[in-house]
Nanobody
Framework: QVQLVESGGGLVQAGGSLTLSCVAS????????MGWYRQAPGKQRELVAS???????NYADSVKGRFTISRPNAKNTAYLQMNSLKPEDTAVYFC?????????WGQGTQVTVSS
């Protein structure tokens, strides 16, 4: 099965920056898209950003202008550059990979933004 390894989470003060990375391995077919979701305590998991093989991106309204997703050369690694972080961004962030109709998820990495 596809394995996703996330890194880059941590604790940062409001206004700071973090970069998350996700490396997908053992993919049996070409990855159609990669993305990041997040889940805060007591809330539903929500899409943060996604990117297709054609470099089409989609962002949650709450992060537009602050976060940037990239997937260099449409390979197996995705990055999420997070700038101007807010306490509301605090959540567990999950990497997501789509292959055909199948979804694969990382284990999640904690991002905590302090005031």
């Amino acid at each position: 099965q596809v394995q996703l390894v996330e890194s880059g989470g941590g604790l940062v003060q409001a206004g700071g920056s973090l970069t998350l990375s996700c490396v997908a391995s053992r993919s049996p077919f070409r990855i159609n898209s990669m993305g990041w979701y997040r889940q805060a305590p007591g809330k539903q998991r929500e899409l943060v950003a996604s990117i297709t093989t054609g470099d089409n991106t989609n962002y949650a309204d709450s992060v537009k202008g602050r976060f940037t997703i990239s997937r260099p050369n449409a390979k197996n690694t995705a990055y999420l550059q997070m700038n101007s972080l807010k306490p509301e961004d605090t959540a567990v962030y999950f990497c997501n990979v789509k292959i055909f109709v199948n979804n694969y998820w990382g284990q999640g990495t904690q991002v905590t933004v302090s005031s």
